[in-house]
């Protein structure tokens, strides 16, 4: 079995920082694409960032310039630096991953979701 498991989310003022961190663990033969996506009561969820087994990264263009996605193979973590926050970046996270493993072809998978809250 394969799971995402994200810390690092919580409540921070606007111009402030947060650091989002997703562990994937389990039977993992490898990982190819990880990203974070975010949702908000009401709306789609959207893609925040993405980066591939290589290294390449895309940005939603809301975020561009002011978060940073990162990955560590040798751990199967993707991390997410958040700076400059604004209200408008609050939201429920949540870690993606693509993954193959001993029991399954490439498989989507999810995190729990972590809130990051943006307020004064």
């Known amino acids: 079995q394969v799971q995402l498991v994200e810390s690092g989310g919580g409540l921070v003022q606007p111009g402030g920082s947060l650091r989002l961190s997703c562990r994937a663990s389990?039977?993992?033969?490898?990982?190819?694409?990880m990203g974070w996506y975010r949702q908000t009561p009401g709306k789609q969820r959207e893609l925040v960032a993405g980066?591939?087994?290589?290294?390449?990264?895309n940005y939603a263009g809301s975020v561009k310039g002011r978060f940073t996605i990162a990955r560590d193979n040798a751990k199967n973590t993707v991390y997410l630096q958040m700076n400059s926050l604004k209200p408008d970046d609050t939201a429920v996270y949540y870690c993606?991953?693509?993954?193959?493993?001993?029991?399954?072809?490439?498989?989507?998978?999810w995190g729990q979701g972590t809130q990051v809250t943006v307020s004064s």
């Open positions: 993606n991953a693509h993954i193959r493993s001993w029991v399954s072809t490439m498989t989507d998978y």
């Open positions: 980066i591939a087994n290589g290294g390449s990264t």
């Open positions: 389990g039977s993992i033969l490898s990982i190819n694409t």
